[in-house]
């Protein structure tokens, strides 16, 4: 069978042509949030909602709510408001905060899914939780309209408060100074960080969405200098690696999470070593 | 009616209080000086005036058609904003947006605003360069090009020249005094002395409580003055004698410029405000 009637035949089964939408629209609004979290020193947030994210994840699994969102979701916007609230509270130091959420956020969800779980297979269900690897079988029609629908938000807001939250990154005080209310800006940027970890935990499980964060961000800042077209080539090379890593992983029978993240990883690879070449 | 008018402040952080008993105005036309030993409240001073923090008591009012979107700010130099991803009339032209209202981009006016203030800090020929490309002296035109789009009447500067060499030190007082010649209201706080002051027409100065406000000729001849600038000059070494003289040429020769953490920068103070008393 050649490479082009695998794809065809995959592409015949519905799971498919959503798991790849589905894959495009999350890593393309994960890529635009990630240069403000890269830059603002925020990625540490993004790693330690997702965790908080597999915890509300576990919670819903064993309440088995109908969809999952309806309870995860709330969780963790309101896991990045503290976060982000701790953060700026001198007394607390946000990383130390990070890493109490994250860490018991994981203890709790582990020890739920294990002391509650009906399922019969609980490491499998860990597994796909925390990669993301099985369950793109299971995504539905709803979920994915709930997810583009979700990315739509977020690319919108993106694009709309694209000047103000330029401004915001580059200069904090400067902003409030000109009238421009930081803290809210901070408060969108963080509920809209904690959407798109809800939206990839499906698709590339809680470990490993942070990587769709960051990764796109920081290849594009070291190929650009300045900020449009940084945002425009992290939206670029995100897209592009969750394509090629779709692909990839129908081709070898991957996990699609971690094959998408190994494709967005050797990107920052090839542009770290071509950096240093042409230097 | 000034644009500024302080009553009696008492400003502090978490219930302790920095200062007391400030009170002083700034009138159109005026350069004002913020001075005070390390600690003294300068940049709470700073922070206060801008609305970023509340002061325990005492008012602060502002007047003849100044908005808190009107007041330029300048702020200290941060480490972060050293590989910022962004061209120079990106950030630039970020100091309209509080003329933005709730536009989402930057329309005609705005981009012509932000042309004018390139070509006025020469910046002109650099606006497509990458910010963290540029040397010390040139980051410094930017952010004051930046702050000239939010205002033409009113620029707060907090430290302003921290980290920059000698000579691009004297530039940018002599740029500053031009913008004052030209209309702009300047209020700033500096570390150093003699040149800071040299432009200025009204000075401040701050301690535990209020030590000095007044014209600078009447400072020069006050006791806090002598006592102020004694105490800083104990501290140099003979043969340090270095400052700017207000056309900003430079007459004699400063050692340890550079400044990057507490204690060098007290070593830079000290061999700065060495010497010549003439001014």
Redesign the interface.
């Known amino acids: 069978m050649s490479i082009f009637e695998t794809f065809r035949m995959y592409f015949s089964y519905p799971f498919v042509r959503y798991a790849f939408v589905v894959a495009v629209v999350m890593s393309l609004s994960a890529s635009l949030l990630g240069i403000t979290l890269v830059?603002k020193?925020f990625s540490f947030i993004g790693d330690g909602l997702s965790h908080v994210a597999f915890g509300a994840m576990a919670v819903a699994t064993v309440f088995g709510s109908i969809n999952n969102n309806v309870i995860v979701l709330p969780l963790t916007i309101l896991a990045a408001v503290i976060l982000l609230k701790t953060g700026n509270n001198t007394k607390v130091k946000g990383d130390a905060a990070i890493a109490v959420f994250s860490v018991g956020a994981l203890a709790v969800g582990y020890f739920i899914m294990n002391v509650f779980s009906v399922s019969s297979n609980v490491s499998g269900d860990v597994c796909s939780t925390l990669f993301g690897s099985t369950s793109l079988l299971t995504l539905n029609e709803g979920e994915v309209w709930f997810s583009v629908v979700l990315a739509v938000i977020v690319i919108a807001l993106f694009?709309?408060?694209?000047?103000?939250i330029?401004?915001v990154t580059?200069?904090e005080?400067?902003?409030?100074?000109?009238?421009?209310n930081a803290d809210r800006y901070n408060l969108i940027i963080a509920i809209l960080i904690a959407v798109v970890i809800v939206m990839g935990m499906k698709m590339v499980g809680s470990l490993l969405i942070s990587a769709l964060v960051i990764f796109p961000a920081l290849s594009a800042?070291r190929l650009?200098?300045?900020?449009?077209r940084?945002v425009i080539c992290s939206a670029v090379i995100a897209v592009v690696c969750a394509v090629f890593g779709m692909l990839l992983s129908i081709l070898l029978s991957t996990p699609v999470g971690a094959t998408i993240v190994i494709a967005d990883m050797a990107v920052f690879v090839a542009v770290v070593l071509i950096r240093s070449v042409f230097k | 009616m000034s644009f500024i008018t302080c009553t009696d402040l008492k400003l502090g952080y978490d219930g302790e209080t920095v200062t007391e008993g400030i009170s002083f105005e700034v009138n159109e036309g005026d350069y004002l000086c913020i001075i005070g030993e390390n600690g003294a409240g300068k940049s709470t001073l700073m922070k206060a005036l801008m609305g970023l923090n509340k002061p325990m008591s005492g008012k602060i009012e502002f007047g003849d058609g100044i908005t808190k979107q009107e007041i330029g700010y300048l702020p200290q130099n941060k480490e972060f904003q050293r590989d910022f991803p962004a061209s120079v009339s990106e950030i630039v032209i970020s100091g309209t947006l509080s003329k933005c209202g709730w536009r989402p981009f930057y329309g005609r006016a705005e981009r012509q605003v932000a042309e004018n203030n390139m070509k006025r800090m020469e910046l002109w020929d650099l606006k497509d360069k990458c910010y963290r490309e540029l040397s010390g002296g040139q980051q410094q035109r930017v952010l004051l090009a930046r702050a000239l789009c939010a205002t033409g009447r009113l620029l707060l500067l907090d430290e302003p020249v921290t980290g920059l060499d000698y000579k691009v030190t004297c530039e940018f007082y002599g740029l500053l005094s031009e913008l004052n010649k030209s209309g702009v209201s300047i209020v700033m706080v500096s570390h150093d002395l003699e040149e800071a002051i040299g432009h200025a027409n009204k000075i401040l100065q701050i301690g535990r409580e209020q030590v000095f406000f007044g014209d600078k000729e009447d400072y020069l001849r006050s006791e806090s003055w002598k006592s102020f600038h004694n105490h800083h000059v104990s501290h140099v070494h003979a043969g340090e004698a270095s400052q700017c003289t207000p056309s900003g040429h430079i007459s004699g020769h400063g050692a340890l410029r550079r400044s990057e953490g507490p204690l060098k920068q007290e070593a830079y103070d000290a061999g700065y405000k060495g010497g010549g008393s003439k001014l």
């Open positions: 830059l020193r694009v709309i408060l694209y000047n103000r330029f401004a580059f200069d005080d400067f902003a409030n100074a000109t009238g421009i800042m650009f200098d300045d900020y449009r940084v």
